[in-house]
C-alpha cells in the first residue's frame, strides 16, 4: 500500500478481555515501531522489529503486552486481560533499513471500558 | 538515557507571525537524529523537519528551520508566516544508533486567524 496502515481504527473492549492490532507498514520497510500515546502525551516506545526479530522489545510495560512479525511483513500487537490504563492510541510506524524517516500510520484508538 | 523535553505546552500565535518550539534533550551518543514532528488532529504523525548531529548547519525546509545548538542540547524549531493548517501537536524526537525514535511530550500549537 501507499502508506502504513492500520487495523481496526477503533476498538472499544471490556476489561479483561484480549485485543490484537494490526499494523501493515510501506512494502520494502523492515523496520516497524509500535508506540503508545496516551491523551496530552507524546508517544511512548513499546517495540521496534527489525525483519521478523524484535530488536528492542524494552518498552512493552509489563507481559500482558507482545508483538510478533512473523514473517517480516505485517505485525501485530497483542494485549491480554485488558485494563482501563490500556486506553490509548497505538501508533506504527515503518521505515527503510538506516533510513532516519520513519513513516506512521493513524493509529489504533483502544479504548478499554 | 535519551531524553527529550518539551517545556512549552501549549502556544497561541497570530496567523502570519512566527513562532519558535523549544526543545532540549539528552543523550550520551556523539551521533544522533533529531527530528520535529507534526500531529494534526487526524492523528497521523507527519515529518516536518530533521538534524543530523554531526552537521552543523542548521536544517531548513521552505516556512519551518531549526536552531541547534549542540552544546546546549537545545533543539528549538521556527515557524516563520504561521498559516492555520499549522495548528497542530509538534512533538520534538531523538533517535540514537539504536534506531529508537524517543518522544517529547508535545506542544500544542494554536494559529489564530
Known amino acids: 500500500g501507499a502508506g502504513v496502515s492500520q487495523t481496526p481504527s477503533n476498538k472499544v473492549t471490556e476489561k479483561g478481555k484480549y485485543v490484537e492490532l494490526r499494523c501493515d507498514p510501506i512494502?520494502?520497510?523492515?523496520?516497524l515501531y509500535w508506540y503508545r500515546q496516551s491523551l496530552g502525551q507524546g508517544p511512548e516506545f513499546l517495540i521496534y522489529?527489525?525483519?521478523?526479530?524484535?530488536?528492542?522489545d524494552s518498552g512493552l510495560p509489563n507481559d500482558r503486552f507482545f508483538a510478533v512479525r512473523p514473517e517480516g511483513s505485517v505485525s501485530t500487537l497483542k494485549i491480554q486481560r485488558t485494563e482501563r490504563g490500556d486506553s490509548a492510541v497505538y501508533l506504527c510506524?515503518?521505515?527503510?533499513?538506516?533510513?532516519?524517516?520513519?513513516?506512521f500510520g493513524q493509529g489504533t484508538r483502544l479504548t478499554v471500558v | 538515557a535519551q531524553t527529550v523535553t518539551q517545556s512549552q505546552p501549549e502556544m497561541s500565535v497570530q496567523e502570519a507571525e512566527t513562532v519558535t518550539l523549544s526543545c532540549t534533550y539528552d543523550t550520551s551518543e556523539s551521533n544522533y537524529y533529531l527530528f520535529w514532528y507534526k500531529q494534526p488532529p487526524s492523528r497521523q504523525m507527519i515529518l516536518v523537519i530533521r538534524q543530523e548531529a554531526y552537521k552543523q548547519q542548521n536544517a531548513t525546509e521552505n516556512r519551518f528551520s531549526v536552531n541547534f545548538q549542540k552544546a546546549a542540547k537545545s533543539f528549538s524549531l521556527k515557524i516563520s508566516d504561521s498559516q492555520l493548517g499549522d495548528t497542530a501537536m509538534y512533538f520534538c524526537?531523538?533517535?540514537?544508533?539504536?534506531?529508537?525514535?524517543?518522544f517529547g511530550k508535545g506542544t500544542r500549537l494554536h494559529i489564530l486567524p
Open positions: 512494502s520494502g520497510h523492515t523496520a
Open positions: 522489529f527489525q525483519g521478523t526479530g524484535a530488536a528492542d
Open positions: 510506524a515503518s521505515s527503510f533499513p538506516g533510513a532516519t524517516e520513519a513513516f
Open positions: 524526537a531523538s533517535m540514537n544508533r539504536d534506531d529508537k525514535i524517543i
